[in-house]
């Protein structure tokens, strides 16, 4: 699949004047604990910033006050209060979990509560740390609900035992067919690619400006907010379009920046977003 411009606009399509907030999708953010404080906050700046009505965060209580201080519009509560969690976790209808995560016990017992609470028909969303978490599990055993991984290389090795030298076009393929049917990958490299069973998008767009920390929390909060937004739409096309803008964002910024900063990229979704509209 090929990304131009009637693909874009097939998901970016203008507001309708009778809409609300609850029109454009309830997003559950689940990270940020000691010390990764930082990587939740940025994706729920990208999430906001990409359209998704009601942004929730689940993080270390701590960190809810910078989280604050740098997005007001999001809502946050302690990822320890079990029935909070719960009652976000049932109202959301996407849920990403992984950004600052961390690999400790808590994040463990997390990703256990959404696994074992998700419904069928949420979209879930496994980012960073969680992706490690996941490695270790039986991928049998994951919930049926709509998937979507974003791994860089080498999370995907451990998540499909292909070594980075392995990770060809065909051998993704096969290693994602032992996942359930319908899951898509975010395949993050300098040559990302976007897969759904037989199908595979290759983004021509991005460059090693994006190298900095932040940069996957902020793509895994843009995909989480099209989904959210965009429900109607065939949900590989809108992860497909979140990562090509994500980058293309980038490309544009690159042109007088030698890094790239990833709140930089999520400040000009909304006009970027609005253009392609048009």
Known sequence: MKVDDDLVRQVIRPRLRESHKGSYGRVLLVGGLYPYGGAIIMAAIACVNSGAGLVTVATDRENIIALHAHLPEAMAFDLRETERFLDNLRA??????GSGLGE?????????LVLANIRSNQNL??????LNLLAKKNQSSLPKCH?????????WERLSGLAISEQSVSN???ALEEFQSGTI???KSHKTAVYQGAEVAHLEVGGPYQATGGMGDTLAGMVAG????????????AVIIATWLHSAIADNIAENAYVVLPTRISKAIPSWMKKLSL
């Open 147 to 155: 998937l979507i991984l974003t791994p860089h290389q080498k999370e």
């Open 92 to 97: 959301a209808d996407v849920i990403l979990i």
């Open 104 to 112: 400790e016990e808590t994040a463990d017992w997390a990703l256990e």
């Open 172 to 174: 993704t393929q096969r």
């Open 185 to 187: 990958l975010v395949a």
């Open 226 to 237: 099209f989904l959210a937004q965009f429900a109607s739409t065939d949900s590989y096309k």
């Open 125 to 130: 969303v496994v980012d960073g740390s969680a």
